[in-house]
């Protein structure tokens, strides 16, 4: 663990890091018994209302996105808050973004030789779902690893959801985010 990492956890309130690791783990342990318990039984519609309660295994999907949302506004030199849509749409500022966040910009000879490009490649949904490691282990909740992995298009979700689950999804998410500053492509 790099100083600077171990310096940033340590920064961190104690009850909202080490609540998060608990939660967290608590939330693997659940999705795990979830799946047991219910593999094969619960339909979409019910998996989609359950979300919209906030009954989901890690919790209600916008409070975390939200805490982090506005942690990131508070302390921009600390956490650089990234949303997978902007990865797909233009993947080497993002990449470029993401290294001088770390302090480690690209310079001239690396731009030169293709590393932005080559790093894209090789952190790639495409190339991440190739690796061995992804086809072949299962997760410590006993799925597949290659489980999570999909297309990896923003947007796709909605493809296995009705149009009125859709619309509800994407009212809820307009509601419970309005007015942070925070906005999700949903579709693409």
């Known amino acids: 663990m790099s100083k600077e990492y171990k310096e940033l ?12 690791v608990l939660h967290n783990y608590q939330g693997c342990w659940i999705l795990s018994r979830f799946l047991k318990e219910y593999k094969g039984t619960v339909s979409i519609e019910e998996l989609v209302e359950m979300f919209q309660e906030g009954k989901y ?13 506005n942690k990131s506004l508070e302390e921009k030199e600390r ?33 030169k030789r293709g590393m932005i490009e080559e790093i894209s490649r090789l952190c790639s949904i495409g190339n991440l779902k190739q690796l061995e490691v992804n086809r072949s282990e299962e997760h410590v909740i ?14 796709d979700w909605a493809n296995y959801l009705s149009p009125a689950m859709v619309e509800k999804i994407k009212k809820l998410v307009d509601e419970k985010f309005k007015g942070s500053g925070i906005d999700f492509k949903m579709t693409s």
């Open 9 to 20: 956890m340590l920064s961190l309130p104690r009850a909202k890091y080490y609540g998060d």
């Open 57 to 69: 295994p890690y919790g209600p999907f916008w409070d975390h996105v939200l805490g982090y949302w």
């Open 79 to 111: 956490i650089l808050f990234v949303k997978y849509e902007d990865l797909k749409e233009d993947i080497i500022s993002q990449t470029i973004k993401l290294a001088d966040f770390l302090g480690l910009p690209f310079s001239d000879e690396e731009k």
């Open 142 to 155: 006993g799925l597949p690893k290659k489980a999570f992995f999909r297309k990896g298009v923003v947007g």
